[in-house]
C-alpha cells in the first residue's frame, strides 16, 4: 500500500515528540554536571552512578506501571490500563489522544518527564545520602508518587477535569513534585557536617566546579526547549514554535532578575546565583508557557529570578540544600504554577480547552484560586508520602553515611575510588626498577634544528 | 624563636587555625601534603580491579614563634588536632636563626610576635 497524505500528519507529530523527548532526556546531562559542579570533589565520582541508576530504574518502572497509572483511562484519582505499554491505541490514553503521535512516542516523551523529576529530587541530598536510599525511593516515586500525581493534571484526573488547573508542562507536575520529594528527604537528612557553625550561622561549602554547572545550565536550558515546546505533543500549526519564544525570553528574564537581585544585595554578579536565575525562570514558564502571550513570559521569568535569589539566601540560614532546589524548582515552580491564575490569555485557555482566562484579563480570581489549589493538592500529598516512604528507609536501611564516611566523602566510601583519582593517589605503576648499565640506556633524543639556543 | 611544624587531619585545620589565632600568634603556613604512618593506608577500586592505596591526604601547618609562646601553642594544635583516632598526626619544633619582615626590613623576635588575636580571614 502506497503512503498517502494522510500519513503524514502521524508521522510529523510523531517525529516532533520524539525529538523533543530526547531533548528532555538530554537534561540528565545537565542534572548530572549541575550536581558534580556544586558537590566538593570528594563527592563528584558518586553522582555518575545514581544519575545513571535513576533513569534506568524509573524507565523500567514507568513502562511497566507508572504510565498507565498517569495516563491509561479517564478516572479522577489514576488510570487503569495500559500496563507495560501493552496497546497501539492510542484512543486508550484519552488525556494526550488529541495528538497523532504514536503511543510509544507518548510514552517515551512522558517518561523522561518522570526522569526529570526524580532526577530533582536529589538536588538538596548531596554529599551525605546514602545510595541506596537513591534506589529505593526511584522504584516508588516512578512507579507511584509521579504517576498518580501527574494524573491529577496531566492525565485528566480530578484537579484538571474537576477544577480545570492550567499546567501546560508542567511546574507544578514536574518540578514542585520533584522539589518536593527534596523538601522531605533534607528534612530528614539535615545539613552537612560543617555546614552550620556552633553559632547556628551557615558556614559556605562552596561547589569545586563553576565551569560545569555553567555547562549543566546551558543544558538543561537546551533540554526546555524539548520540554516546554514538545509538551504540545504535536507539530501541525506550528504552535511549539511560539512556545519556544515564550520559553527562550521568559529565561533571559530570568538571568538578569537574578543577577541584578544578587547585586543589589550584595554588590557582586554572583556565579551561582546567575546559573539559578535561569534554572528558576525555566521552571517558571513551563507551566504558563502554553498558556500566556509573549509579553507575559519576560515578566513572569524576570520575577522567579527574584524570587530564587531570595528564598536561595533566605532558606540557607536553615535547611542545607547544595543546588538551591527548593528555590529554583519548588519556590519557582509554585510561583510558575500562580503564574498562570494572573496571565493565562482567554484565547489560549479555550485552544488547550483548559480552564478560563487570568486575572489580569478577567479580574476574576477564579482561575488563581484553581493554580492554588493545585499546589496545595501536589505539595501535600507528594510531600506525605515521600516523607513516610524516606522515614521507614530511614528506620531500616539508613538515610545517612556515618559521620566519618561523610568526611572522607561518598566517591571512597560508596564506590571505593574518587571522582578524581589522581587527586589522592601516587602514580600507579611506579614499582622499584633497577637502573640499567649505561650501555643499555636510551641515547638523548636529537633537539630537532631551530629549537636549540642559538636559533636555526 | 622557634618553629612548629605539624602534619594533621584535613578536617582539624578549622579548630587548630581558631586555637592558634586566640593565642595570638602572627600567622601561620598551610600545605597539602600526603604522606604514610599507623594509620595505614586504604583499598580503591575501580572496575573491578583492586588498588592499595598507602598515602593518606594530610595538612602540614607551619608557623614561626617567640620562645614564650611555643608550649602554648603546640598545646593549642594538639587540642585543635586531636580526635583520639589513629593518624592525628605530628608536632615537631625546631629553633629558627633569623627572621625578617620583607616590607620593612625588621628582624627579630618581634616580627613574629603579636599581644592580641588578630582575627584571620577578614
Known sequence: ?456 | MKKIEAIIRPERLQSVQDALDELGVSGLTVTEVMGCGRQKGYTEQYRGSRANISLLPKLKVESVVPNEVVEPAVEAIVGGAWTGETGDGRVFVFDVEQSVRIRTGERGEETVSHESRIGWGY
Request: overall charge neutral; proline content about 6%; glycine content about 12%.
Open chain 1, 1 to 456: 500500500m502506497q503512503p498517502t497524505l494522510k500519513d503524514v500528519i502521524p508521522a510529523v507529530e510523531t517525529t516532533w515528540v520524539i525529538v523533543a523527548a530526547v531533548f528532555v532526556m538530554f537534561m540528565q546531562a545537565g542534572f548530572l554536571l549541575l550536581e558534580i559542579g556544586f558537590s566538593r570533589m570528594k563527592n563528584a565520582g558518586t553522582v555518575v552512578p545514581k544519575v545513571l541508576a535513576n533513569f534506568s530504574i524509573c524507565a523500567l518502572c514507568y513502562w511497566a506501571v507508572g504510565f498507565a497509572l498517569a495516563f491509561g483511562g479517564p478516572g479522577w484519582f489514576a488510570g487503569t490500563h495500559g500496563t507495560f505499554v501493552n496497546t497501539a491505541n492510542g484512543a486508550l490514553f484519552p488525556a494526550i489522544a488529541a495528538s497523532h503521535a504514536t503511543v510509544s512516542a507518548k510514552w517515551f516523551f512522558e517518561f523522561v518527564f518522570c526522569a526529570v523529576s526524580l532526577a530533582i529530587v536529589w538536588g538538596t541530598t548531596l554529599e551525605r545520602i546514602k545510595f541506596g536510599a537513591y534506589l529505593i525511593y526511584a522504584i516508588i516515586f516512578s512507579t507511584l508518587i509521579y504517576p498518580i500525581v501527574s494524573h491529577w493534571i496531566f492525565g485528566g484526573g480530578w484537579l484538571v477535569k474537576t477544577f480545570g488547573m492550567q499546567d501546560f508542562a508542567g511546574s507544578t507536575v514536574v518540578h514542585l513534585i520533584g522539589a518536593t520529594g527534596a523538601f522531605a528527604a533534607l528534612l530528614l537528612l539535615g545539613p552537612r557536617e560543617g555546614k552550620y557553625g556552633r553559632d547556628g550561622k551557615p558556614n559556605v561549602i562552596p561547589g569545586h566546579s563553576m565551569p560545569l554547572v555553567g555547562l549543566a545550565v546551558l543544558i538543561l536550558w537546551f533540554g526546555w526547549f524539548g520540554f516546554n515546546p514538545g509538551s504540545t505533543l504535536g507539530a501541525i500549526g506550528g504552535r511549539f514554535a511560539d512556545i519556544v519564544v515564550v520559553t527562550n525570553i521568559a529565561a533571559a528574564a530570568g538571568v538578569v532578575g537574578a543577577m541584578l537581585t544578587i547585586w543589589l544585595i550584595t554588590r557582586t554578579f554572583d556565579m551561582g546565583m546567575t546559573c539559578n536565575g535561569a534554572i528558576a525562570a525555566l521552571v517558571a514558564i513551563t507551566a504558563p508557557s502554553g498558556y500566556v502571550n509573549f509579553w507575559a513570559a519576560p515578566i513572569i521569568g524576570f520575577i522567579a529570578g527574584v524570587i530564587v535569589v531570595v528564598s536561595v539566601i533566605l532558606i540557607d540560614k536553615r535547611l542545607d540544600d547544595p543546588v538551591g532546589a527548593l528555590s529554583a524548582h519548588g519556590m519557582a515552580g509554585i510561583w510558575g504554577t500562580l503564574s498562570c491564575g494572573i496571565f493565562t490569555a482567554p484565547a489560549l485557555a479555550k485552544l488547550n480547552g483548559v480552564g478560563q482566562g487570568g486575572l489580569w484579563y478577567t479580574g476574576d480570581f477564579k482561575q488563581f484560586g484553581v493554580q492554588s489549589l493545585g499546589v496545595a493538592a501536589a505539595f501535600t500529598s507528594v510531600f506525605v508520602i515521600s516523607f513516610v516512604v524516606f522515614f521507614i528507609i530511614k528506620a531500616t536501611y539508613g538515610l545517612r553515611v556515618e559521620s566519618e564516611e561523610e568526611r572522607y566523602g561518598l566517591d571512597i566510601v560508596e564506590h571505593g575510588m574518587w571522582g578524581y583519582p589522581e587527586q589522592f593517589m601516587p602514580v600507579p605503576g611506579s614499582e622499584y626498577h633497577p637502573p640499567a648499565p649505561p650501555a643499555q640506556r636510551p641515547r638523548p633524543r636529537p633537539v630537532p634544528v631551530g629549537m636549540t639556543a642559538r636559533g636555526g
